[in-house]
């Protein structure tokens, strides 16, 4: 059994988003949704983190950070991007600034669409996410029992 | 006791502490955490979630900064086991609290070796904990050498009261630095158990995977142990008392979870201050008492 799904902690980067997104992922989190029911914790440390969840697009400012975090974070880990800007660029894709979405600098398991987010998106990507964690835990096992 | 059985009967109530007190702790982390939901006007998680948390921290890959630090988190761990075996077999209490600021300090060892600014702010704030309720703990032990007339634990069950009735006053000051031991706030300097409160993850914050999973396990070791402690106070002469010393435990704890909800996290002046003159005050009225008169 994988107990990667059961507890799902997660860290949150504002990359350069509006905002908008980040107020619908800490609703998420908050007491209204009750995210700990199902075990989601908000980490604020990447070491403990298990889902990375980024608004915003990437930039050059910024693109250092994502990948920092992402490199700290330990396998088995899943990245959603969280809106459009973080999927895409979103209305800011033609920015002089702005590379792109998250994928530009780190691989992305799950996109979650919407200007802004909606909880009940993030929530279904969350739920993608624990799926996705199990499967990397048990090819996690695998390849310590093939070595 | 000749010394071969005292050695003897440690090492088996270790190994009982070792598989039990995860067990039991475990619970009670998972009641800890919906009552504190409940608390918040939320659902919780399910009774199992600590559970769930720790297989998985063991699922994690295995990295740290530094390699050692695996090594002293398994000291530590090894160290409350020794300290929880000893308690619940009955045996020196001035050595159980001994041992188990021992596990405490290689639990800062691991903290400091990874070098990080943030692990290092959590372990000096934890260096502060322990000198903060150091002194209540010795005087624990000393009170309950005073009422009991031995260090030994089962001393109490040859008592016709239990020691509550004579040394109430090391009591108070016992549940004052309880807060501090089970690192709840206002006290919860070192390692907050929520992240808002928190200069990252304090002490754990180079902490991960599989070394993470066995500092949740220590935690849960200490507060049985702790918990036990309380429970103590209770018991006298007749066996049955023990289930008295379960439920003032209980007790206590919810009153900490109740207190933990309702009190943001204090500077560590005022946790250093308040502990010790907690301690001179209840400690040494209580004590004096005991010697004098
Ligand atoms: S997707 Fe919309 S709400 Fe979210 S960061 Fe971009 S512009 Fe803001």
């Known amino acids: ?147 | 006791m000749d010394p071969l059985m005292t050695i003897i009967v440690t090492l088996i109530g270790t190994v009982i502490f070792a598989i039990l007190a995860p067990v039991v702790g475990c619970l009670l982390a998972g009641l800890d955490r919906k009552i504190s939901a409940r608390m918040q006007g939320r659902v919780g998680p399910p009774l199992l979630q600590p559970y769930y948390d720790v297989r998985k921290l063991f699922e994690k890959e295995n990295v740290s900064v530094n390699g050692t630090e695996h090594t002293y988190i398994i000291c530590a761990l090894i160290f409350a086991f020794i300290a929880g075996g000893m308690f619940y077999s009955g045996g020196n209490l001035l050595l159980v609290t001994f041992i188990i600021t021992l596990s405490s300090l290689f639990f800062i060892i691991a903290a400091y070796s990874s070098r990080s600014p943030y692990s290092e702010i959590g372990a000096a704030r934890e260096t502060l904990q322990v000198m903060s309720y150091e002194p209540m703990v010795l005087f624990m032990a000393v009170g309950f050498f005073l009422a009991t007339g031995t260090f030994n634990v089962s001393g109490v069950l040859t008592m016709d009261m239990p020691i509550i009735c004579s040394i109430w006053l090391v009591f108070l000051g016992l549940m004052f630095i309880l807060t501090i031991k089970l690192r709840k706030s206002p006290f919860d300097l070192s390692m907050s158990h929520h992240a808002h409160q928190e200069i990252v993850r304090g002490m754990t914050t180079e902490m991960s995977g599989p070394t993470l999973g066995m500092v949740e396990i220590l935690h849960w070791c200490e507060n049985v142990l702790f918990l036990g402690w309380i429970g103590m106070f209770f018991v006298w002469g007749n066996p049955w008392t023990i289930l008295i010393g379960v439920a003032a435990a209980l007790i206590a704890y919810f009153l900490e979870i109740w207190i933990d909800n309702n009190f943001a996290r204090v500077k560590w002046q005022f946790m250093l201050k308040s502990a010790w003159i907690v301690a001179l005050v209840a400690a040494g009225i209580n004590l004096s008492f005991l010697v004098f008169l």
């Open chain 1, 1 to 147: 059994m994988a107990f990667a799904s059961k507890s799902p902690w997660v860290i949150h980067y504002d990359g350069s988003s509006c905002n908008g997104c980040d107020i619908e992922v800490l609703a998420t989190l908050c007491p209204g949704f009750d995210g700990e029911r199902f075990g989601v914790i908000n980490t604020g440390n990447p070491k403990h983190a298990d889902i990375f969840l980024v608004t915003g697009s990437v930039n050059e400012q910024n693109i250092d950070v994502v990948r920092e975090i992402y490199d700290q974070m330990i396998e088995p880990k899943v990245v959603i991007a969280c809106g459009i800007c973080a999927c895409s660029g979103g209305v800011f894709h033609d920015c002089y600034n702005v590379m792109g979405g998250v994928d530009k600098a780190i691989p992305v398991d799950i996109y979650a669409p919407g200007c802004a987010i909606r909880p009940e998106t993030l929530i279904d990507a969350i739920v993608q996410a624990v799926g996705i964690l199990d499967e990397k835990s048990a090819a996690m096992r695998e390849a310590k029992k093939g070595a």
